[in-house]
Structures are given as C-alpha cells and as structure tokens.
C-alpha cells in the first residue's frame, strides 16, 4: 500500500497541466507547510526565523519543466536576486537549485552560462551554491557540468543520490576535485536496471558513501529524516574523530522540526532546505511520496478549507 501510495505522488509530480494550474491556484491545501511562500521576500523572514532558532539554510527558487531559453533565464535571475537578498540582509543561508530550471534540457551553453552568472554574483557575497541531482536520465549531464564549474569556483557543491547503482563509482571520480557533497537516499522513482529497489540496500549504500566521502577528509551534507543514518553518522564521527565543522545535517522544511532543534542543541550543525515560488507542485507531491504521514497532514488541510 505505502509504495502504491508512493509511486502514485511520484507520477502526480511528473504531470505537466496539474502543475501549470497548481501555479495558478497557488499554495493551497497543506502545501505551504512545506514552501516558505512564493517569493524572495517571503522566504527571507522565514529564513531570518530559522537562522534566530541557530538552523543555517539553503533555499531553492522551486522551478521544473523549463522549456524555453526565456524561462531558464529568468530562473537564473531569480537564482541571482536570491543571492544578492541573502548578502543583502546577511542571512546564513546557501543556494540550492535545478540544473533542469537552468536550461539543461535545452543547450548546455545556456546551462553554463546562466550558472556562471549565478555563480560570479554568489561569490561577490560568499554564498554557497548546490546543483541539485534530478532523475537518473540527467545526472551523467549534472556531474560533468559540475566538474566543469568546480574547476573554476570553489564556492559550489552537487548531491549524491544513494540508491543508485553508480553512486560508489561517482564518488571516487568525484573525490580528485575535493568535493563538497550533499548526500541523499533519492527521491525519483526510478528503474530496478540503475536503482536499488530495496530500502535495506539504498540505506547500506547510504551508510557506504557515508563513510567513504567523510573518511576521504571531504566536507559532507548528510539529507536525512531517518534517526538512524543520524546516529550512524555521529558514531563514525566519534570513532575516527572527524570534527563537527567537517559534515552538517540536513533536512527539509516543515519535516522533523523538533527533530532539528535537538541536533542543534546537541552541538551540531543542522541546515533546514527551504523552497520558494510559485512553481511548488513537483516539489510538494515528491514530499507527500516520501512520508505517509505528509498526506494525513495534507487531508486535514483539506478538510478544514472545505
């Protein structure tokens, strides 16, 4: 039941006239518990609440099905006046976004040049910028232009997603550029032919990359709402006395709350993905594949609008 329920929020995700009227209708029914508005502004004050609560965030300009150069442009310069309001109002915060809302779908000219324009404004303000990983047809795409940029930026990072069958094989390729990793378990559904299929082996792979990437003196974001990948992680920090400014937790907005403010209590650092705009929907429906109990939030929104 739990993954019918699951593989039905992830074809929602992928529908293309569900989500231009989501758009229009904007952030209804449950969905801004988990989005910090629709715009740079509105996620500023939500961002300046996390940050008095000691959680650093990274905030994502939400965006996907970018089919024109226009729109990907545009995207990039949302991405750029994200930025410049983070150096603006001096927020802990990063930037996180989609390769796909930058035009990869399109010309990789225009992928490149609208993340060294993103990039070039990042640095003037000393923020921190994470190319998303989206489904596995584009993450051979996604590491080659971030190995690209990282040639040229050190103010960039990509994500890692542990239930791919490639994931061990990326990240030693990956360790000769010293990189800055978000690790994630995966969110996409994909094919039994590139993706473990069992929970058990993608939470194993997970713990493998884990250690691999941390015990390779890298910097290291550990995505997770799972208390047992956290407490994985902090035993393999004390046995092999990794220090706390080498890796953070992360987890998404509105998800684990409590959960959040103990690991920043504990003395760790806990960063709170925040996502923003209008283009909420594929975002929202991936969240309420992931956790059940997302959707019995979502039924009791519903019943109280009605």
Same mark, same amino acid.
């Given at each position: 039941?739990?993954?019918?329920?699951?593989?039905?929020?992830?074809?929602?995700?992928?529908?293309?006239?569900?989500?231009?009227?989501?758009?229009?209708?904007?952030?209804?029914?449950?969905?801004?518990?988990?989005?910090?508005?629709?715009?740079?502004?509105?996620?500023?004050?939500?961002?300046?609440?996390?940050?008095?609560?000691?959680?650093?965030?990274?905030?994502?300009?939400?965006?996907?099905?970018?089919?024109?150069?226009?729109?990907?442009?545009?995207?990039?310069?949302?991405?750029?006046?994200?930025?410049?309001?983070?150096?603006?109002?001096?927020?802990?915060?990063?930037?996180?976004?989609?390769?796909?809302?930058?035009?990869?779908?399109?010309?990789?000219?225009?992928?490149?040049?609208?993340?060294?324009?993103?990039?070039?404004?990042?640095?003037?303000?000393?923020?921190?910028?994470?190319?998303?990983?989206?489904?596995?047809?584009?993450?051979?795409?996604?590491?080659?232009?971030?190995?690209?940029?990282?040639?040229? *930026?050190?103010? &960039?990072? %990509?994500?890692?997603?542990?239930?791919?069958?490639? $994931?061990? #094989?990326?990240? /030693? +390729?990956? !360790?000769?550029?010293?990189?800055?990793?978000?690790?994630?378990?995966?969110?996409?559904?994909?094919?039994?032919?590139?993706?473990?299929?069992?929970?058990?082996?993608?939470?194993?792979?997970?713990?493998?990359?884990?250690?691999?990437?941390?015990?390779?003196?890298? *910097?290291?974001? &550990?995505? %997770?709402?799972?208390?047992?990948?956290?407490?994985? $992680?902090? #035993?393999?920090? /004390? +046995?092999? !006395?990794?220090?706390?400014?080498?890796?953070?937790?992360?987890?998404?907005?509105?998800?684990?709350?409590?959960?959040?403010?103990?690991?920043?209590?504990?003395?760790?650092?806990?960063?709170?993905?925040?996502?923003?705009?209008?283009?909420?929907?594929?975002?929202?429906?991936?969240?309420?594949?992931?956790?059940?109990?997302?959707?019995?939030?979502?039924?009791?929104?519903?019943?109280?609008?009605?």
């Amino acid at each position: 039941m739990e993954q019918a329920m699951r593989n039905f929020f992830l074809f929602l995700s992928k529908n293309k006239p569900i989500t231009k009227m989501a758009k229009k209708y904007g952030l209804r029914f449950g969905a801004a518990r988990f989005v910090a508005g629709s715009s740079i502004d509105q996620a500023v004050e939500v961002i300046r609440e996390l940050n008095k609560q000691n959680l650093v965030v990274t905030i994502d300009y939400l965006g996907e099905f970018v089919d024109n150069v226009e729109e990907a442009n545009q995207m990039a310069l949302e991405c750029v006046e994200a930025v410049r309001a983070i150096g603006r109002e001096k927020l802990r915060s990063q930037l996180s976004l989609k390769l796909t809302s930058m035009g990869l779908d399109l010309q990789e000219d225009v992928v490149t040049k609208n993340m060294r324009m993103i990039l070039e404004e990042a640095r003037k303000h000393d923020v921190f910028v994470t190319i998303d990983m989206e489904d596995y047809s584009r993450c051979e795409k996604t590491l080659e232009i971030f190995k690209t940029l990282k040639l040229e *930026y050190d103010n &960039i990072g %990509t994500v890692i997603q542990a239930y791919l069958y490639r $994931t061990e #094989k990326d990240m /030693e +390729e990956l !360790n000769a550029y010293s990189p800055n990793l978000r690790l994630v378990k995966g969110a996409y559904k994909e094919s039994s032919k590139v993706a473990f299929p069992e929970k058990k082996d993608v939470d194993d792979n997970f713990k493998k990359i884990i250690k691999m990437h941390m015990l390779n003196g890298n *910097y290291t974001a &550990i995505a %997770t709402h799972d208390d047992k990948i956290i407490d994985y $992680t902090k #035993k393999l920090a /004390e +046995e092999h !006395n990794i220090p706390r400014d080498q890796f953070e937790f992360q987890m998404l907005f509105g998800i684990c709350v409590e959960r959040q403010r103990e690991l920043v209590e504990e003395g760790y650092k806990m960063r709170v993905y925040v996502p923003y705009g209008t283009d909420w929907y594929g975002y929202f429906m991936r969240r309420l594949a992931e956790r059940p109990a997302n959707v019995a939030f979502v039924l009791k929104g519903v019943m109280k609008n009605k």
